[in-house]
């Protein structure tokens, strides 16, 4: 087993997602999934807090990743804004619950 594997086999950690890409039949996917709140501010600006949804998961359960994706969550869809391998074997897909 690689590291990306091993990482992505704890169940403490994982849930299990449906990842759909356009033209493509759905698959269940284990992600680390995260949506915690960042403070968006300007320079001297009140900041106002925004849900950043994002996914970790293996590059090879979802080859070609793409924007405009779509990752189903525990009941929620979201779709993909941005792509980030790390050079590991996963991926951090940035994500949004409005298409692009």
Do not use: H
Not at 19 to 29: E, F
Not at 57 to 81: E, F, M, W
């Amino acid at each position: 087993m690689d590291w990306a594997s091993d990482f992505l086999e704890n169940e403490d950690f994982i849930e299990v997602a449906t990842y759909t890409r356009a033209g493509y039949p759905s698959v269940t996917i284990p992600v680390i999934f995260d949506n915690e709140y960042s403070v968006v501010q300007g320079v001297g600006d009140t900041g106002i807090g925004i849900p950043a949804p994002q996914s970790l998961c293996k590059a090879s359960d979802a080859p070609n990743v793409a924007v405009g994706d779509r990752l189903a969550v525990a009941g929620t869809n979201y779709y993909v804004q941005e792509v980030q391998p790390d050079g590991t074997g996963l991926v951090l897909l940035i994500l949004s619950k409005d298409p692009l």
